[in-house]
């Protein structure tokens, strides 16, 4: 049975769990919620220098939930994993979503990083 989703609705798929992002034709894009240690291995990465600006490095892609079942856990979206219609049909729908306001952080900090163009294009589409 294929399942509907909507940007922010979180699902679990082998194993891990996801947030969706969008849709087009071709591709769904989803971004991975990251377990609370990578989430500190993330965070002290960031704090080191670089001669790369942070809203330019792709590792830095992230936003650290707020959401009550997901709080302080990093939401990756550097790589916005593009999948093929099939995987709807393996994925589990934990009936949660993102916060409104994890919803907005995702949005904005998805149009300032150098991501897929598709995806930026779709996501920009979005009203919350």
Excluded: W
Excluded at 6 to 18: L, T
Excluded at 20 to 46: G, H, N, P, W
Excluded at 62 to 77: N, V
């Amino acid at each position: 049975m294929k399942i509907s989703l909507n940007f922010g609705d979180i699902f679990r798929y082998k194993g891990n769990d996801y947030v969706f992002l969008a849709a087009s034709e071709r591709s769904k894009y989803v971004a991975i919620i990251l377990d609370k240690e990578f989430t500190k291995q993330l965070k002290i990465r960031e704090s080191k220098p670089s001669k790369i600006p942070l809203n330019q490095q792709r590792l830095f892609c992230y936003i650290i939930l707020e959401t009550p079942e997901y709080d302080g856990r990093a939401c990756y979206h550097g790589n916005a994993d593009s999948h093929n219609d099939i995987f709807d049909l393996y994925i589990d729908n934990l009936n949660i979503e993102l916060s409104k306001k994890d919803k907005e952080e995702l949005k904005k900090d998805i149009l300032i990083y150098p991501i897929n163009a598709e995806i930026k294009e779709l996501v920009s589409k979005i009203i919350l």
